[in-house]
C-alpha cells in the first residue's frame, strides 16, 4: 500500500496507542494489543483522515462542525432535530472514491480470494476510550457485515453515528471541541462465538481492585451488550486464580450471526443448554490469564470484550478499554483541605463562640 493508502487505512499490526489521535481509541487499542502479542481477530482502521475527506466533501464550509458546537446539550429537542438531519445528510452522501476503494481492497485482504468474509465495523471516535470518558455504546456497531458494498455502506452508519444525540450531548458536556472530534472506523474479522462477553480487571460493583470479574453467555456478546440476557458471573481472585463467586444464570436466548444477508438475529436456546454455564474452568482461566497480561500491559484496570471461537476453540479479544466508573471516582479528592495549618480548628471554635 501506497502512503496515500496508508492515510485512509490502517491495519491493526501497524498501530498503538500513540495513533490514538488518527484512529481513535477502540482502533488504537486493539493494534496495541496485537503488538503485544494477545489473540485478537484481524482488521484495519479506516482512520480520521478518511473521515475528514468525506466531510470535506460533503461541507466544504464547516457548517457541520458550528451548527453541533453552537447546541445547548440541555436543549434536547434541539440536539434530537440537529443530529437527525446531520445524520440523513452524511447517509445520503457518497464516500470519495479513492477512499472507498482502499475500503474495498482491505476487505478483499481480510476476504482471502475473495470469498465474502463477516466483519464487524465499530464506530471509533478519537476522544473515545480513555481514562476520563468512554464513548461506550453512543455510537454504533454493525455486526456480521457481508460484502464490499455492505461495508462502505456500514462506514457512513459509523460517521453518521458520532451525531446520535446521546453523543452530541455527552460530548458537549464534557466541552469537546467539535473540531477536535473525529470518527475513525474498526473493521474486524468476526469470530463466529460459542459464547462470549466481557471481563473487568476491577469489580464493576465494589470497585475491588483484587478481583476479575468475568460474564458470558451463549452465542455473540451483542446479547449481553444489549441487555436481553443476564449472563453468567465469576469473581476470581487476580493473584491466585481461584473463582470465589459463581452465579450460572438461565440463558434463554443468543444472537447468532445471520449468515444469508448478514447482521444478527436472536435465537432460543435449547432447554437443556438454558441452566449450564456458559464457561468451563479451563477457560476461565484462560480468560483470567489474558484479563492480567492486558492489565499489566497497559498499567490500569480494564474493561474488556473477549468470544470463544466455536470454530477452533480460541479465546479471542475483541477490545479492551480503560475502565472509567471507579477511576473517576479515585482521582475525585476525599476532603478540602484547609487553607492553612489548623483553620479548621480555629473555624470550629468561632462557630461555639458565637452560640447563644
Not at 484481524?42 to 453541533?68: N, Q, Y
Not at 444525540?165 to 473525529?182: K, N
Request: proline fraction near 5%.
Amino acid at each position: 500500500m501506497n502512503d496515500a493508502g496508508k492515510k485512509f487505512v490502517s491495519w491493526f499490526a501497524d498501530l498503538s496507542l500513540a495513533d490514538r489521535p488518527t484512529v481513535g481509541g477502540k482502533s488504537a487499542s486493539l493494534g496495541e494489543l496485537t503488538r503485544a502479542g494477545i489473540l485478537v481477530p484481524p482488521g484495519f482502521a479506516v482512520t480520521t483522515s478518511a473521515f475528514e475527506a468525506f466531510l470535506s466533501c460533503m461541507d466544504p464550509t464547516g457548517e457541520v462542525r458550528r451548527e453541533i458546537g453552537a447546541l445547548d446539550p440541555a436543549d434536547t429537542a434541539e440536539v434530537a432535530a440537529v443530529g437527525e438531519r446531520v445524520r440523513r445528510r452524511i447517509r445520503s452522501a457518497s464516500v470519495p472514491e479513492d477512499v472507498a476503494a482502499l475500503i474495498r481492497d482491505g476487505y478483499r485482504q481480510l476476504s482471502g480470494r475473495g470469498a465474502a468474509c463477516p466483519v464487524a465495523v465499530r464506530s471509533s471516535a478519537t476522544s473515545e476510550d480513555s481514562e476520563s470518558a468512554s464513548f461506550a455504546g453512543l455510537q454504533d456497531t454493525y455486526l456480521w457485515t457481508l460484502g464490499e458494498e455492505q461495508l462502505v455502506a456500514r462506514v457512513l452508519d459509523c460517521w453518521a453515528s458520532l451525531y446520535n444525540s446521546e453523543s452530541i450531548t455527552y460530548r458537549l458536556r464534557l466541552g469537546l471541541p467539535e473540531d477536535q472530534l473525529a470518527m475513525a472506523v474498526v473493521v474486524q474479522v468476526m469470530v463466529d462465538a460459542e459464547c462470549a462477553g466481557v471481563m473487568f480487571t476491577r469489580s464493576p460493583t465494589t470497585g475491588d481492585k483484587s478481583v476479575i470479574v468475568i460474564e458470558g453467555s451463549w452465542g455473540l456478546g451483542s446479547c449481553i451488550v444489549n441487555g436481553e440476557v443476564t449472563p453468567d458471573r465469576y469473581v476470581v481472585n487476580k493473584v491466585t486464580g481461584e473463582v470465589t463467586n459463581r452465579k450460572v444464570s438461565s440463558k434463554a436466548v443468543r444472537h447468532v450471526p445471520d449468515r444469508s444477508g448478514g447482521g444478527v438475529q436472536e435465537q432460543p436456546v435449547e432447554d437443556e443448554r438454558c441452566e449450564l454455564p456458559s464457561l468451563d474452568d479451563a477457560t476461565i482461566g484462560r480468560l483470567w490469564t489474558i484479563a492480567r497480561q492486558v492489565e499489566k500491559h497497559y498499567g490500569c484496570p480494564q474493561d474488556i470484550e473477549w468470544a470463544v471461537s466455536a470454530t477452533d476453540g480460541e479465546v479471542y479479544l475483541l477490545q479492551s478499554r480503560p475502565e472509567t466508573v471507579w477511576s473517576s471516582k479515585d482521582r475525585e479528592p476525599r476532603a478540602k483541605p484547609a487553607a492553612k495549618p489548623y483553620d479548621h480548628l480555629i473555624a470550629l471554635m468561632s462557630a461555639r463562640k458565637n452560640q447563644p
